[in-house]
């Protein structure tokens, strides 16, 4: 990979980095600093991230995604069946790791049966199904569960917060799909072997990494566990974890940190914030996505609910504002580098079409 390659594909990293490092001339590194990271968040999303990319490379979800698919006949019915599973994915997997996941499996669908020209379209419906889908467990995203861990929100007072979002997105994104006509499809099938044995013990370390998240086992028995068990079974599931993703947390870890300590952007933030947290958050999201928001403005303000569910809507809109939506961009673009300003165009004015309706609906609901 180039060196202008690897910036492309690591902006948000770069962005972090330079970032913190511009706040250290302000805030010059002391004792303080190790007050900025938390080491809960980091791990548990260490250990999920390691995990999923265990069964992702045994192949199991694709192989229960084309089970789920072979089920369906029209164009319509599979762009469904591959949404609604890249929802349900986001909720256990994270939302990147869910794209990650499924866009690659609705490609070999789509172009199999020479359906290319609604590629674009699912992929978007797909990367909404994550963004929204995810926001209802504190590991669905990463700002939940960072979020989740910083505020210690119980997990039933969690889902409560976001589950009117998390409808009203459903039903949206369900609206949508009666825009992909129900023409006959055959869906192709690729037969995949399945190491049973290795599955049951992958599910167990998923179970172990999603008890860590919800407190009910103490994160550093996980953080034994899971890298253990991957070393001896799969010890590319390690290399393959998105340290990117970690070291881009730790970075606004530090950026946020700094900033807090900054009187005059201690009262800038306070201000804003008073005009209403979720609006506040969800715009913030728009220039410097969900995640370092989500870190940057929870140092400001106790108004959890309404910093949660503003991240996590202000997750549509633009392209930056979610890092799961530069995954579904670069994936297309993979497949079909001639179409990426059209897919831009259909992708903002869907994304945004989401984000005023969401950002309504809750204003109206008293959550603003």
Same mark, same amino acid.
């Given at each position: /990979?180039?060196?202008?390659?690897?910036? +492309? =594909?690591?902006?948000?990293?770069? !962005?972090?980095?330079?970032?913190?490092? !511009? @706040?250290?001339?302000f805030v010059?590194?002391?004792?303080g600093?190790?007050g900025?990271?938390d080491?809960?968040?980091?791990?548990?999303?260490?250990c999920?991230? =390691?995990?999923?990319?265990?069964?992702r490379?045994?192949?199991?979800f694709?192989?229960?995604?084309?089970?789920?698919?072979?089920?369906? %006949?029209?164009?319509r019915?599979?762009?469904?069946?591959?949404?609604? *599973?890249?929802?349900?994915?986001?909720?256990?997997?994270?939302?990147?790791?869910?794209? &990650?996941t499924?866009?690659?499996?609705?490609?070999?669908?789509?172009h199999?049966?020479?359906?290319? +020209? %609604?590629?674009?379209?699912?992929? *978007?419906?797909?990367?909404?199904?994550a963004?929204?889908?995810?926001?209802?467990?504190?590991?669905?995203n990463p700002?939940?569960?960072?979020?989740?861990?910083?505020?210690h !929100?119980?997990?039933t007072?969690?889902i409560?917060?976001m589950l009117?979002?998390?409808?009203?997105s459903?039903?949206?994104?369900?609206?949508? +799909?009666?825009?992909?006509?129900k023409d006959?499809? =055959?869906?192709?099938?690729?037969?995949?072997?399945l190491?049973?044995?290795?599955?049951?013990?992958y599910?167990?370390l998923?179970?172990?990494?999603?008890? /860590?998240?919800?407190?009910?086992?103490?994160?550093?028995?996980?953080?034994?566990?899971?890298?253990?068990?991957?070393?001896?079974?799969?010890r590319?599931?390690?290399?393959?974890?998105?340290w990117? &993703?970690?070291?881009?947390?730790?970075?606004?870890?530090?950026f946020?940190?700094?900033?807090?300590?900054?009187?005059?952007?201690?009262?800038?933030?306070?201000? &804003?914030?008073? %005009?209403? @947290?979720?609006?506040?958050?969800?715009? #913030?999201?728009?220039?410097?996505?969900?995640?370092?928001a =989500?870190i940057?403005?929870?140092r400001? #303000?106790q108004?959890?609910?309404?910093?949660?569910?503003?991240?996590?809507?202000?997750g549509?809109? #633009?392209l930056i504002?979610?890092?799961?939506?530069? *995954? #579904?961009f670069?994936?297309?673009?993979k %497949?079909?580098?001639?179409?990426?300003?059209?897919?831009l165009?259909?992708?903002?004015?869907?994304?945004?079409g989401?984000?005023?309706? &969401?950002?309504?609906?809750m204003s109206?609901l008293?959550?603003?």
């Amino acid at each position: /990979m180039s060196a202008v390659s690897w910036c +492309r =594909a690591n902006a948000m990293l770069l !962005i972090a980095l330079l970032a913190a490092g !511009i @706040t250290v001339a302000f805030v010059p590194p002391d004792k303080g600093y190790w007050g900025y990271y938390d080491a809960r968040t980091l791990a548990c999303l260490f250990c999920v991230l =390691a995990v999923v990319c265990a069964l992702r490379n045994m192949d199991l979800f694709s192989a229960l995604s084309q089970q789920l698919v072979q089920l369906f %006949h029209t164009t319509r019915s599979v762009v469904t069946a591959l949404v609604l *599973i890249t929802l349900v994915g986001s909720m256990l997997l994270t939302n990147d790791t869910a794209l &990650l996941t499924f866009l690659p499996l609705s490609w070999f669908v789509l172009h199999a049966t020479g359906q290319d +020209r %609604h590629l674009a379209f699912t992929f *978007i419906l797909q990367n909404c199904a994550a963004n929204f889908g995810g926001m209802l467990t504190p590991f669905g995203n990463p700002q939940n569960l960072y979020l989740f861990s910083y505020y210690h !929100i119980a997990s039933t007072e969690f889902i409560g917060i976001m589950l009117p979002p998390f409808l009203l997105s459903i039903a949206l994104i369900l609206l949508c +799909r009666f825009l992909v006509p129900k023409d006959p499809l =055959a869906v192709p099938e690729e037969p995949i072997r399945l190491d049973q044995k290795r599955a049951v013990v992958y599910a167990l370390l998923f179970c172990l990494a999603v008890a /860590m998240v919800l407190r009910v086992v103490p994160y550093g028995v996980g953080l034994v566990i899971i890298p253990a068990v991957l070393l001896v079974l799969d010890r590319n599931a390690l290399k393959s974890v998105d340290w990117g &993703l970690l070291l881009t947390f730790a970075a606004f870890f530090t950026f946020s940190g700094n900033l807090a300590r900054i009187d005059a952007v201690q009262m800038f933030f306070a201000r &804003l914030l008073s %005009h209403g @947290t979720m609006l506040v958050s969800a715009l #913030t999201s728009q220039f410097i996505s969900n995640v370092p928001a =989500a870190i940057l403005l929870s140092r400001f #303000t106790q108004d959890y609910q309404g910093l949660l569910i503003g991240v996590n809507v202000g997750g549509a809109g #633009t392209l930056i504002a979610s890092l799961a939506s530069l *995954i #579904t961009f670069r994936e297309f673009a993979k %497949h079909k580098p001639a179409q990426t300003g059209r897919f831009l165009l259909l992708f903002l004015a869907v994304s945004f079409g989401f984000l005023a309706v &969401l950002l309504g609906a809750m204003s109206l609901l008293g959550q603003a």
